[in-house]
């Protein structure tokens, strides 16, 4: 009931002016960062091991605003799936060569975990002609698994695999032109993942950008998604033309070092409050 409550409050938040809306990002992310301590400690070894070369007040005032902008887009969500379609349109803005998403080839788009990568999948559903898909992992909470389903289904009549589905229908739905919005950068486990290095620390990572990207014959376009006081940047990049390779292990680390060049350009912007380091090899203790 409590969780419906909040869900509902968010909804509202449509009808505000979203300088209104940032404004309570702003307050409810500095609430969160003082009193989430568990999670404001996750933030701070990320940014420690990631950015060593950084003074304990630019790590300080990165972990302030992360927590910022994961509230402000939790808040956004509520005009991104509610307001009138013409808000979503005017707010989310799509940028960079957008000729990658034209025609019926095969492509895997590669979306990083930025706080806005809602805002990106809901400006490309919304405003590209093509059918997407994606990966969704389930919700701990029902009322929270069911309200994001549908605010990810409300443009484009998307296709929202879970896990247990497999990869053959995800194959299929790329042999058929619809691009894969695919977020392969986080920690799911290290029975999938091979171990590759992130920022100069191991990190158990899935190959499946390049798998999918072979089994599909696709083009891997990555997508870089901006919380801007606008609303959003979506940026579409040029696809990359050394991708794949047949080496997984090589691919998947190439993938995290461009990565890397991504969240250089904004790392308050970047998924820090996820324990990206959580598995080890070799028995090793996690940092956390």
Known sequence: MFTRLILRVIEYLAYLPLSWVRGMGVVLGWLLYLVVGSRRKVVYINLRLCFPHWTQKQVRRC???????????WLDRGW??????????????LTGALNELQGSEPVVLFAPHFFAL???????????????????????????DAWILRGRARFGA?????RV???????????????????PDMNFGPHESLWVTFYGATAA??????????LARAKVVPVVSRITSEGYEVKVMEAWTDFPTSDLLADTALMNQRLQSYIDDMPDQYYWVHKRFKDQ???K????
């Open 158 to 162: 998307p296709g929202l695999f879970g």
């Open 118 to 144: 809602d805002a990106g999948w809901t400006g490309l559903t919304q405003q590209i002609s093509r059918r997407l898909n994606t990966i969704y992992t389930d919700q701990a909470n029902k009322d929270s």
């Open 205 to 214: 990572t899935v190959p499946s950008l390049s798998r999918f990207a072979r």
């Open 80 to 93: 991104l799936w509610h307001a009138p379609a013409e808000v979503t349109r005017q707010r989310i803005r």
């Open 63 to 73: 972990a302030v605003q992360t927590f910022v902008h994961f509230a402000q887009s």
């Open 281 to 283: 090899p070799d028995g």
């Open 285 to 288: 203790h996690p940092p956390y």
């Open 165 to 183: 589905d497999g990869v053959k229908p995800i194959v299929a739905g790329l042999k058929r032109g619809e691009p894969l919005y695919l977020l």
